[in-house]
């Protein structure tokens, strides 16, 4: 815990450039960036600094008017412990009941029991990039990768991709510009959670397509969200680069992701994977077209 605040107040030292005027409300923000086997650059503390993710989204929650707590003690997600906080951010890797690349504590056998229960009573989810490479374990699906909506395959080499959003009028996709093209790692994934997955951006390879076949598929979920009983969960693959994260219109979309997690803003999270995650590429697409004519 005495790491965690101390974390906590260099963040906010660090972020506190524009300092955001006072709510009636204080939002309280825990993120966790525990990684078991490989961690990844933006999460990493070099000599006991905070890591890229800790100083950008300190600044943003403090924008927003809440309070940032960032630990890579995972045990910290229990039932008590997540009582104090309205918004839980992951950025994790791996099975987080096991020893750590990061040295930091294990969650504890019902810590992911008792986050979906807090998520279904009413809490908020965000996770980033490595949270669906994270409980990758079995050969059914884990508990946190029905929570979160899909689990990690693999990636390619680094591209830029092309965003395609598939739900404009959702609160999260305020600041996505359609057709915004990121230089990122893109993962490829199994295992959606089609009943319960709300999609709201895709990721189009577009010439990708013919150079990394791994990418020789039709468009695909990148961004999505979904209601988990009284609470809401987002799921983001971007974030691997830090120069993502350092992205001021990045940087909004997280702001717009927080705070519809926090309630704010309709739910809209009606599971829509079969109607708009295509099942052709464009070009098969055009050739069916053409053949209907």
Same mark, same amino acid.
Request: glycine letters at 8%; aromatic letters at 8%; a negative charge.
């Given at each position: 815990m005495l790491r965690m605040m101390v974390? %906590?107040?260099? /963040?906010? /030292? +660090?972020?506190? =450039? #524009?300092?955001?005027?006072?709510?009636?409300?204080?939002k309280q923000v825990l993120f966790l960036s525990k990684s078991q086997a490989f961690e990844h650059g933006p999460v990493a503390r070099a000599e006991g600094r905070p890591s890229l993710c800790d100083v950008v989204l300190g600044k943003l929650v403090q924008e927003i008017g809440g309070t940032f707590h960032s630990t890579k003690d995972a045990s910290l997600i229990n039932a008590e412990e997540l009582d104090k906080y309205d918004l839980v951010v992951l950025y994790t890797q791996g099975d987080l009941t096991q020893p750590s690349v990061d040295g930091a504590a294990p969650m504890g056998?019902?810590?992911?029991?008792? +986050?979906?229960?807090? /998520?279904?009573?009413?809490?908020?989810l965000v996770g980033f990039h490595a949270a669906a490479d994270t *409980?990758?374990?079995?050969?059914?699906? $884990?508990a946190f990768i029905t =929570? =979160?909506?899909?689990? *990690?395959? %693999? $990636?390619?080499?680094? *591209?830029?991709? %092309?965003?395609?959003? /598939?739900?404009p009028k959702h609160p999260t996709m305020a600041n996505v510009p359609d057709g915004w093209t990121l230089n990122e790692e893109w993962y490829l994934f199994r295992r959606f959670d089609k009943d319960t997955m709300h999609v709201l951006a895709l990721l189009e390879p577009g010439a990708e397509r013919a150079k990394q076949e791994a990418y020789n598929i039709p468009a695909y979920p990148i961004i999505w969200c979904s209601k988990q009983g009284k609470g #809401?969960? &987002? &799921?983001?693959? +971007?974030? $691997?680069?830090?120069?993502?994260?350092t992205n001021p219109q990045f940087q909004q979309t997280v702001i717009d992701a927080m705070e519809w997690a926090m309630g704010k803003g309709r739910t809209r999270a009606q599971p829509n994977f079969d109607k708009v995650v295509p099942t052709a590429k464009p070009e098969e697409e055009a050739a069916a077209g053409s053949r209907a004519k």
């Amino acid at each position: 815990m005495l790491r965690m605040m101390v974390v %906590t107040l260099v /963040v906010v /030292v +660090l972020a506190g =450039l #524009r300092i955001p005027a006072v709510q009636a409300e204080d939002k309280q923000v825990l993120f966790l960036s525990k990684s078991q086997a490989f961690e990844h650059g933006p999460v990493a503390r070099a000599e006991g600094r905070p890591s890229l993710c800790d100083v950008v989204l300190g600044k943003l929650v403090q924008e927003i008017g809440g309070t940032f707590h960032s630990t890579k003690d995972a045990s910290l997600i229990n039932a008590e412990e997540l009582d104090k906080y309205d918004l839980v951010v992951l950025y994790t890797q791996g099975d987080l009941t096991q020893p750590s690349v990061d040295g930091a504590a294990p969650m504890g056998a019902n810590g992911v029991a008792e +986050l979906i229960e807090w /998520v279904e009573n009413g809490g908020g989810l965000v996770g980033f990039h490595a949270a669906a490479d994270t *409980f990758r374990v079995g050969e059914a699906p $884990h508990a946190f990768i029905t =929570l =979160l909506g899909a689990e *990690f395959l %693999t $990636h390619g080499a680094q *591209f830029k991709g %092309t965003i395609q959003v /598939v739900d404009p009028k959702h609160p999260t996709m305020a600041n996505v510009p359609d057709g915004w093209t990121l230089n990122e790692e893109w993962y490829l994934f199994r295992r959606f959670d089609k009943d319960t997955m709300h999609v709201l951006a895709l990721l189009e390879p577009g010439a990708e397509r013919a150079k990394q076949e791994a990418y020789n598929i039709p468009a695909y979920p990148i961004i999505w969200c979904s209601k988990q009983g009284k609470g #809401r969960v &987002y &799921y983001s693959a +971007l974030g $691997h680069r830090e120069d993502v994260w350092t992205n001021p219109q990045f940087q909004q979309t997280v702001i717009d992701a927080m705070e519809w997690a926090m309630g704010k803003g309709r739910t809209r999270a009606q599971p829509n994977f079969d109607k708009v995650v295509p099942t052709a590429k464009p070009e098969e697409e055009a050739a069916a077209g053409s053949r209907a004519k």
